[in-house]
């Protein structure tokens, strides 16, 4: 178990580019989660997966961003026609029905991040 | 429209003395409550969990409490200890796989 590894760590883009972030769930885990994080503020829920099913889309997910998880294993997160408000740092997760442990909550592994900065 | 709220955004605690962080939700719907740790450059890691049919639960030195009339917990650290410093997130989520939802955070400082 290598935990969940995201790819880029960091990614400085000028504005008006398109990004790719990559994630790789823990192997076993069959829900995928993407969030973002902004300073000050807790991360806030994008979008996630269950397996190659894309389940629920936030407000904030706006048409320029598509997440996708082909396989029901990697997943990607592109953003196009970056703007400087997308400059925060994107956190995904990953859990599976037994990740609950003895209270039965969804506990989410999340990864290191990748964070972005747009000029 | 903030669903679970960290009014603290930080505290400071001496070495050996309890911290108390607090957290209070405004959705009748959530069931579980999850406490995150977050060192910087790190991703959150998971602390400790409660379910709404508990008021209570503890593992070694964290204990969660939860309030569900006041819509109400707190995270007890006793004794606080200086690797504890770091951003407690509080957050929670309606039955089943639901996503989380998270809290701004309290930066806890332990001071030895």
């Known amino acids: 178990d290598t935990g969940v590894s995201q ?104 990864g290191a991040g990748s964070r972005l900065t747009v000029l | 429209d903030q669903q679970v709220k960290q009014n603290s955004p930080s505290l400071s605690v001496q070495e050996g003395r309890i911290s108390i ?22 991703g959150p890691t998971f602390l400790i969990s409660i379910s709404s049919i508990k008021d209570k639960n503890e593992d070694g030195r964290f204990t969660v409490f939860l309030n569900k009339s006041a819509k109400h917990l707190s995270l007890h650290i006793v004794p606080s200890q200086p690797g504890d410093s770091a951003v407690y997130f509080c957050a929670a989520s309606a039955t089943g796989n639901t996503p989380l939802v998270f809290g701004k955070g309290t930066r806890l400082s332990v001071i030895a």
Not at chain 1, 85 to 109: E, F, I, K, P, Q
């Open chain 2, 21 to 42: 962080l607090n957290c209070d939700y405004t959705n009748s719907m959530f069931d579980y409550f999850l406490w995150y740790k977050k060192y910087p450059a790190e």
């Open chain 1, 7 to 110: 790819d880029p760590r960091h990614k400085i883009t000028k504005r008006g580019q398109n990004v790719t972030f990559r994630c790789d769930p823990i192997s076993e885990h069959n829900r995928l989660y993407w969030y973002r994080q902004t300073l000050g503020q807790g991360p806030e829920f994008l979008t996630y997966f269950q397996n190659e099913a894309q389940l629920e889309k936030s407000r904030l997910l706006s048409d320029r961003f598509s997440a996708e998880r082909p396989k029901g294993s990697f997943s990607t997160l592109e953003i196009q026609r970056t703007e400087q408000g997308d400059s925060a740092m994107y956190l995904c997760a990953s859990s599976s029905r037994t990740s609950g442990r003895a209270t039965g909550a969804n506990v989410l592994t999340f």
